[in-house]
């Protein structure tokens, strides 16, 4: 399962904290992972609880000491993903996505041109939305070529959840019954996420007991039961190219 | 059992408590205008017809999902507004404006009268 993508149609959802969390969950169950931020404001790493000066070594760079934080390699992919070939070098796999290493990828919610890019390779997209009305309005922009009902590769989150709201409560009735079985996860709202990238560590060092982290281990199981469904979806389904010359 | 709450429940070192999950029904859920405005979404139902059938209603007047909203009263939330508290702060003036759909409505009520009373043959 080469490629996740984290993208979120509104910033402050909690994307960069779903990624992390992927990552370090998918590399705990056994998996080759890395962590790519391909975010101009380079905050995956703070929940993995590195400080702000900290930089992260290119996608693309040869690095012979890789910086792995709890079995997960981190990457940014930000300045590969500017250049004006990425998306010819993504078409061409030239980038490393198809091998058995996962890469959980951040992709800020402006980027909506490269997460569409990164998202025709993906094995999976995963959207985190957060129980508020202003996330709730954008709904309609991310997958507005067809109807959030259909099958597609795009799973929900929902970040945040504060039951004791009343709005809160009754967006995520909401989602349930619009989303389906596309909503795999809810995240309760949990101050010690912040605490921790406030003490420099991980949410599992920083509160191992805490809510957010055992809603996080859910998330994690039902995207590598996703994931393991597509892989075996792909051996069975003919490549385009190969669908293509058997029509010839 | 959420694990924050038998974390705690452990370090009370008591049973006392009886720990229950409360769930809301669906049917109690207050629908709020911007659900239904996502329900009516075609980008979202991917249904085309209801596109247009907004905007055969938008162009009728009947339109918008407030105006058109089927939900009985008492399922639509309640305004936070308290009275006319705030009636003579500058925000209190806001929705006292005539909005620039009202001027349309406007025309649109005295140009029917105006039908009518032709139809009628008063004028």
Known sequence: MPLIVCHSPKG?????FVAAGLAQGLSLLGRDVVALDMTAADGLKSYFGLAPDQSLPDLEEEVIDQLTVGGVGLRSGWRAAHQPDFA?????????????????????????????VLRRRARLHVCTLTPTAMSLAQLPRINPARALGEPERTAFVLNQLDETRRFARHAALFLRELL??????????????NEAVGMLQTLARYAPASAAL???ERLVIAVDGL??????????RPAPHAAKNEAA | M?????????????NKF??????DNFADMELWPLFEALIRDPRISGDTAVAGLDRDEAHSGAGSAGAGRPYPASAVPQSVAKGDARADGLFGRYETTPLAGSAHEDVRSLLRQLNDRVAAGEL
């Open chain 2, 2 to 14: 959420r694990s924050d709450a038998e974390n705690l429940l452990s370090r009370l070192g008591q």
């Open chain 1, 214 to 216: 055992a809603d996080m």
């Open chain 1, 88 to 116: 010819e070098a993504l078409r061409a796999g030239d980038l490393p996505f198809d091998g058995e290493t996962v890469f959980v990828a951040d992709v800020a919610s402006t980027d909506t041109g490269l997460a569409q």
């Open chain 1, 12 to 16: 402050g959802e909690g994307n960069s």
């Open chain 1, 227 to 236: 994931c393991a469904g597509e892989a075996a979806d792909e051996t069975v």
């Open chain 2, 18 to 23: 009886r720990y229950q999950e409360f769930r």
């Open chain 1, 180 to 193: 389906g079985d596309k909503l795999i996860a809810q995240i309760h709202r949990d101050e010690a996420v």
